[in-house]
């Protein structure tokens, strides 16, 4: 399909970048991934090209039209610190390394569009060698941030530190939040400039149910493969790992009713130890499964009865998407992001909210026991705003008709005008 622009002369498909630095866990690329599936889908079918932080984004379903770039990986502790997750050289070489290797891929696949995740210069800046020389031909930049990032005292400090604003006003042609005004408003919250937050578009949460439409049948018969016994399921998500040990735990030591199987997934960056003393607990119960990881969790989400997670944007939005009863455990270092969006959420009465210092198998047993305490996550769909994959397409072409790859603007005006609250 070859996509007219408004005079109706043929024109490319749209080449995009993804940005994404995952540097904890892997939640950005798999949001990403899912933002790289709505564009390259019908009417944009656009040609995505996804540079992650992240080796472990090939492990994931790729959607047609889309492929990954993975940059050599960062870490980053409990206190924030960077350091090289697998090479043995300095921070600084490694940084050099992924800058330079960002701005080749860019020259070379030509985007018109570039959505950076979350930090307008890269992590640690390693985008503003691309940045300075994306002079001829230059794409597009917009940010892309999740609905949260930390408490505004923080934000606040670190985008002043970092020269944010100035950047977005002089280099930025849009922000978009991935989230609803109603929940949380980073323009307010986090003070932003009136040059910044005239740019800002809020989209609305990203419905999380769009991921199973590209897998493969072998996929969906993975709750069968488990080998459990008939019953209920509750299913347990930590994240990519890194800091789910104490959930994990747990979760596995907890006194499961006589109807109710209980799946862990454990995250690839949970550390080995701690997996397999997981493993050999759950193997002595014969209604319990330990997963280290699996490309599509949302297959289980869907399947769960219950679910106990970390309140990460990703495992939160799964919740609420299906509509599933949900127990968030958010962590509160080296963010309090996750904590902040448990609260408005459990405000909003789709949540249930166990702090991170009561963790304890008791407390997990306690909630699934009581029915009552269930928040009624049926009705989310009334209560926040979940069409953000829906404006994606829309608000992308608002900056191609700029460059002749948008679509009829009458046609552009009606679709917005068909997803509007």
Request: contains cysteine.
């Amino acid at each position: 399909m070859t996509i007219s622009s408004a005079n109706g002369q043929p024109t490319r498909h749209p080449h995009i970048v993804l940005y994404s630095h995952d540097t904890m866990g892997i939640g950005h690329v798999r949001r990403n991934l899912l933002i790289a599936q709505q564009l390259a889908h019908a009417p944009l079918c656009a040609e995505v090209l996804l540079i992650s932080g992240a080796r472990e984004a090939a492990a994931f379903e790729i959607p047609p039209r889309v492929d990954c770039l993975s940059l050599p990986s960062l870490y980053k502790d409990g206190h924030g610190s960077y350091r090289p997750r697998r090479l043995s050289i300095s921070l600084d070489e490694l940084i050099q390394l992924r800058a330079t290797t960002i701005r080749s891929a860019i020259e070379a696949f030509q985007p018109d569009v570039v959505i950076v995740d979350k930090v307008p210069h890269g992590v640690l800046g390693e985008l503003d060698l691309t940045l300075e020389n994306c002079q001829q031909k230059r794409p597009h930049w917009i940010l892309g941030l999740r609905d949260i990032l930390d408490d505004p005292k923080t934000v606040r400090q670190e985008w002043r530190e970092d020269d944010n604003e100035r950047l977005i006003e002089e280099a930025y042609d849009a922000v978009w939040v991935y989230g609803d005004q109603s929940v949380y408003d980073p323009v307010r919250e986090y003070g932003f400039s009136p040059g910044v937050a005239g740019k800002v578009r809020f989209l609305g949460y990203l419905d999380q149910r769009s991921r199973l439409d590209i897998q493969s049948p072998e996929e969906l018969d993975l709750l069968a493969d488990l080998g459990l016994p008939s019953g209920k399921l509750l299913l347990c998500m930590v994240g990519g790992g890194q800091d789910g040990t104490e959930v994990a735990e747990a979760f596995t030591r907890m006194e499961l009713p006589p109807d109710y199987n209980g799946v862990l997934v454990t995250g690839p960056f949970m550390p080995t130890n701690v997996q397999q003393r997981l493993h050999q607990r759950a193997a002595l119960n014969d209604r319990m499964r330990v997963l280290d990881f699996i490309a599509e969790p949302d297959l289980l989400v869907a399947a769960a009865d219950r679910i106990i997670t970390m309140g990460g944007y990703n495992s939160v939005c799964s919740a609420i998407s299906f509509r599933k009863p949900a127990l968030v455990v958010p962590r509160i270092y080296p963010r309090r992001e996750q904590a902040i969006r448990a609260e408005r959420l459990q405000e909003l009465g789709l949540v249930d909210v166990l702090p991170w210092d009561e963790v304890s198998a008791a407390r997990m047993s306690y909630w699934l026991a009581d029915d009552t305490a269930t928040p009624c996550a049926y009705e989310a769909t009334n209560t926040i705003d979940l069409r953000g994959l829906e404006r994606l397409p829309i608000l992308l072409q608002e900056v191609l008709e700029d460059t002749g790859h948008g679509l009829d603007r009458r046609h552009r005006r009606k679709e917005i005008r068909n997803v509007a609250r």
